[in-house]
């Protein structure tokens, strides 16, 4: 059963960086398959952050580009999100997703974590 | 960038209906159109992929069809536990798009 469980403060001041960490159990991220980031801003919709391979393509919205980061640590089965220069808008629930790679970067996303809600504060 | 247009937003129904939403691209995206079930405080799950194949473990009263710009997404007979929003999602090209959402409510 491959569960995935995001973690990271669930405050970060405007202008700073917004770091979360996805930790899988049940699979391991080396073995394949595309692993990625959607956020949902309270009482909105879906947007979809940015997917990676193990060790290979990664690609982002480019809405958010210049600012984000995904990247792999395999030694503790886990990939993280990095947001640089945060404001208000990206105050979201945050969600980890393994995604099947059936389509454009990886998705559709087949196992979700719970999400987290980061808030950015002015 | 792919625009993906739900309808409705939103609808009543009872337990039993049929229920259909449809999801719309701005251009062609084959059959690379996903969907999704949410519910209040959940992660969303997936139900149906390439337009039509139903995800493992869900319902065989889902099912979705379509091609090319126009996608539907059907529940044969609406169960208590279907009441959730549903997202429809392009995986043509990126940036990866959603839906902005159908509510389906209790009538």
């Known amino acids: 059963q491959v569960q995935l469980q995001e973690s990271g403060p669930g405050l970060v001041k405007s202008s700073e960086t917004l770091s979360l960490t996805c930790a899988v159990s049940?699979?391991?991220?080396?073995?394949?398959?595309?692993w990625g980031w959607i956020r949902q801003p309270p009482g909105k919709g879906l947007e979809w952050i940015g997917s990676?391979?193990?060790?290979?393509?990664?690609y982002y919205n480019p809405s958010l580009n210049s600012r984000v980061t995904i990247s792999e640590d395999t030694s503790k089965n886990q990939f993280s999100l990095k947001l640089s220069s945060v404001t208000a808008a990206d105050t979201a629930v945050y969600y980890c997703?393994?995604?099947?790679?059936?389509?454009?970067?990886?998705?559709?996303?087949?196992?979700w974590g719970q999400g987290t809600l980061v808030t950015v504060s002015s | 960038d792919i625009q993906m247009t739900q309808s409705p937003s939103s609808l009543s129904a009872s337990v039993g209906d049929r229920v259909t939403i449809t999801c719309r691209a701005s251009?062609?995206?084959?059959?690379?159109l996903n969907w999704y079930q949410q519910k209040p405080g959940k992660a969303p799950k997936l139900l149906i992929y390439?337009?039509?194949s139903l995800q493992s473990g869900v319902p065989s009263r889902f099912s979705g069809s379509g091609s090319g710009t126009d996608f539907t997404l059907t529940i044969s007979s609406l169960q208590p536990e279907d009441f959730a929003t549903y997202y429809c999602?392009?995986?043509?090209?990126?940036?990866?798009?959603f839906g902005q959402g159908t509510k389906v409510e209790l009538k």
């Open positions: 997703a393994r995604l099947t790679g059936g389509g454009a970067a990886g998705l559709p996303a087949d196992y």
């Open positions: 049940g699979y391991s991220i080396s073995s394949g398959y595309y």
């Open positions: 990676m391979y193990h060790s290979g393509s990664t």
């Open positions: 251009q062609s995206i084959s059959t690379d």
């Open positions: 390439a337009a039509s």
């Open positions: 999602q392009q995986s043509y090209n990126t940036p990866v798009g």
